[in-house]
């Protein structure tokens, strides 16, 4: 199952990649058209401004094409302006002034119509208000004063922001951003994962647009791998769980752990002593083992080999390394036939007796198992008391 989700899981990467890096035709927007303008100085786009207001006073008396002319407008102004004390260039157009002209040309009907037409839209409820064309020349002439006084105002003023800069350094001296730190490694490296993945998703989109059914694809297979590896993290909590939820004394007939972990460590100690190095290994991994099993690392169960107990103790577990040792000198001695020596035992029961002490044995029964001691120190016996594994 591991494999299967690790394999799934880099297949959706390498598509996902290939879809964020593969290029998108788009189609291609046109540039705008430059209907004309030209770069004046503030003094320049005054005279212009004025010449403006002279042609809307003579269009609002005449009413004619010849003098309401938007040619008459001439072209647009890019004029250096001052923003926020900083120096920029402005486009100032004019073609609203070009389309009142047009209209402007036509002389406005009589009174009692515009009136008329002005109380229908109303009723209607159109949502502004209708004026008429000379009553909008004339807000184009106050307009184009405005604009002159404006720019007659010169350059702005550089804005003295002391007394913000005042107010807000007694803000942050406040006992609220006293706590406050900059950007660390760790905002940097969520910042850039969220950039990765937005980038992801927004290549993922785009292909989209040209294999819809791949980019459903794609949310599918994500969808699984999400699922499934939900599931194969709630078996794995589940296991764990169920395998140290054992109740204590709960031992299978025939289990390790249905005998004492002592007598198991006796009858390793009376094999020693006879020279019996082979048999001793055995006794005193199962020693261990029911140890093990009596602190309810896993459930007791008879049929069970060795690599399937190994199996059992988690990867972050101090006492897996010994237990690993341990059950690699057992299988060699005992399963593969391979003749073992005192000093082969020797090593055993250090780490059998490692694995108890680290289990909870007591203080004073470990000090009377000790490696050589126990050896040398233990009466003669014949052998194992209980039935053999």
């Known amino acids: 199952m591991r494999r299967l989700a690790w394999a799934a899981g880099v297949a959706f990467a390498l598509v996902a990649m290939h879809a964020w890096a593969a290029p998108v035709a788009l189609p291609k927007v046109p540039a705008p058209k430059n209907d004309g303008w030209r770069a004046s100085t503030m003094e320049e786009y005054r005279q212009h401004l004025a010449k403006l207001g002279t042609l809307v006073e003579a269009c609002a008396k005449a009413r004619n094409k010849t003098v309401c002319d938007p040619k008459a407008v001439g072209p647009d102004d890019r004029v250096p302006w001052m923003a926020n004390g900083h120096a920029e260039q402005r486009m100032i157009r004019f073609a609203w002034l070009r389309n009142l002209l047009l209209s402007a040309q036509t002389p406005d009907k009589s009174d009692a119509e515009f009136e008329a037409r002005k109380k229908e839209a109303e009723k209607k409820d ?69 950039r990765w993945l937005n980038n992801l998703f927004s290549g993922v989109a785009k292909m989209r647009i040209s294999a819809p059914w791949l980019g459903e694809a794609i949310v599918v297979l994500f969808v699984v791998l999400v699922c499934v590896g ?116 020797e090593h055993a029961e250090a780490l059998a007796t490692g ?10 029964v470990q000090s009377g198992v000790m490696t050589g001691g126990a050896v040398s120190g233990a009466g003669n016996g014949t052998g194992r008391t209980g039935g053999a594994r």
Not at 135 to 156: I, P, T, W, Y
Not at 158 to 186: H, I, S
Not at 290 to 304: G, N, S
Request: proline fraction near 3%; charge should be positive; glycine fraction near 10%.
């Open 126 to 194: 159109e949502g502004f208000t209708l004026a008429s064309t000379g009553d909008l020349l004339k807000d184009a002439a106050d307009r184009l004063k405005d604009d002159a006084n404006e720019s007659a105002g010169g350059a702005e003023k550089p804005v003295d922001w002391a007394a913000e800069r005042a107010t807000l350094g007694r803000v942050l001296a406040g006992k609220e951003f006293r706590n406050l730190k900059g950007e660390t490694a760790t905002d940097k490296f969520s910042e850039w994962l969220s």
């Open 230 to 345: 939900l599931v194969w993290g709630l078996l794995q909590f589940e296991r764990r769980w169920r395998v140290r939820l054992v109740p204590e004394g709960d031992a299978a007939a025939g289990a390790p752990s249905a005998r004492d972990w002592q007598k198991w460590l006796e009858d390793a100690r009376r094999a020693a002593v006879q020279g019996r190095w082979r048999e001793a290994i055995h006794f005193v991994y199962w020693a261990a083992i029911a140890r093990l099993e009596q602190k309810r690392l896993w459930p007791a169960d008879k049929a069970r080999t060795p690599r399937e107990y190994l199996a059992l103790v988690a990867e972050e577990d101090a006492r897996k390394p010994g237990l690993a040792q341990l059950t690699r000198s057992f299988e060699r001695t005992w399963y593969g036939g391979r003749a073992a020596g005192q000093g082969e035992y």
């Open 355 to 364: 694995l108890i002490a680290q289990s909870g044995m007591q203080s004073g």
